[in-house]
């Protein structure tokens, strides 16, 4: 399949989602990662495009991505290439999603009757297939294993990383006045020369993964702006944006419309570990928790 975006013609479409599309990369083991302006809700039934949305989320998960890379969490981001585009590490994505929830929201809400704002006694890390014919269903890890979708030691790594990610985002996010109520992971795999695999951080962390709310006025600065037709979209997320420091106080979206300008000046964010640091297999010691 072959596709143009921008002043790059007809480059090669490894994947084309609702949200981002994969082209593949300049160099082997590498894809580029497009980040579209559209946005969904209720597993696509509701649509629409959002200006400036795209590159927004660009630039908070590069972000993200490179503070996590810098606490020892392995990424797929290299660098930022332009106001949409990230060069990011070609990864055999697991069809799981992670949900680390901090507080009750969402599917948690309607699922056991509890109150929205409900404060977890610990977080909560659920499994979902990334299966959307199958309305992406809830799993145990046994369930996971049984599928064949990841073996012991990959589930331990998987969750052991989303348990520290939860407490840097927590942290970030509380240092510029919002909390973290839940959020969204994907990992994938990449093999070395002797078949060890290694376990990546992959796909994005932005408002459309994460539930952020304001701490002071509980205001919600993510995709239920969208899902729940609460208005202010790309205000909320062009906010979170502001807070961690990633563009100008004046912003890049006017009245609806993007700054083409402003938004192409804003400098690159590049991974300098994420080339240098040296993985860990993850199938060289068994993991410690007492499979069955």
Same mark, same amino acid.
């Given at each position: 399949?072959?596709?143009?975006?921008? *002043?790059?013609?007809?480059?090669?479409? #490894?994947?084309?989602?609702k949200a981002k599309t994969i082209f593949e990369g300049p160099e082997p083991g590498t894809v580029i990662q497009y980040f579209k302006d559209d946005t969904s809700a209720g597993n696509g039934e509701k649509r629409d495009v959002i200006a400036g949305k795209g590159v927004l989320n660009n630039r908070i998960s590069a972000h993200i991505m490179t503070k996590l890379e810098g606490m020892g969490i392995p990424t797929h981001f290299l660098k930022s290439l332009n106001m949409r585009e990230q060069l990011v590490r070609q990864v055999e994505i697991i069809p799981l999603e992670l949900i680390v929830r901090n507080v009750a929201a969402g599917s948690l809400v309607k699922r056991f009757g509890m109150k929205e704002g409900t404060v977890l006694n610990y977080p909560l890390v659920e499994f979902y297939y990334k299966k959307e014919d199958l309305g992406n269903p809830m799993l145990s890890e046994n369930h996971i294993m049984n599928l064949g979708i990841a073996d012991p030691y990959e589930i331990e790594e998987m969750v052991t990383q989303a348990w520290r990610i939860n407490d840097y985002l927590s942290g970030l996010f509380a240092g510029v006045g919002i909390r973290l109520i839940d959020f969204k992971l994907e990992? +994938?795999? #990449? @093999? +070395?020369? @002797?078949?060890?695999?290694?376990?990546?951080?992959?796909?994005e962390i932005s408002p459309d993964s994460c539930r952020l709310w304001d701490e002071k006025t509980g205001e919600k600065m993510d995709r239920d702006r969208f899902r729940? *037709?609460?208005?202010?979209?790309?205000?909320?997320?062009q906010d979170v944006a502001k807070r961690l420091g990633l563009?100008?106080?004046?912003?890049?979206?006017?009245?609806? *419309?993007?700054?083409?300008?402003?938004?192409?000046s804003l400098s690159e964010i590049e991974n300098e570990l994420a080339r240098e640091r040296?993985?860990?297999s993850i199938n060289k010691a068994p993991p410690s928790k007492p499979w069955k």
């Open positions: 399949m072959l596709f143009s975006i921008g *002043n790059n013609p007809r480059r090669k479409v #490894i994947y084309d989602g990992f +994938g795999r #990449i @093999y +070395g020369e @002797y078949d060890e695999v290694y376990i990546l951080l992959a796909d729940e *037709n609460l208005g202010g979209f790309i205000e909320a997320y563009i100008p106080d004046s912003g890049i979206i006017q009245g609806g *419309n993007i700054d083409e300008q402003i938004a192409s040296k993985l860990r």
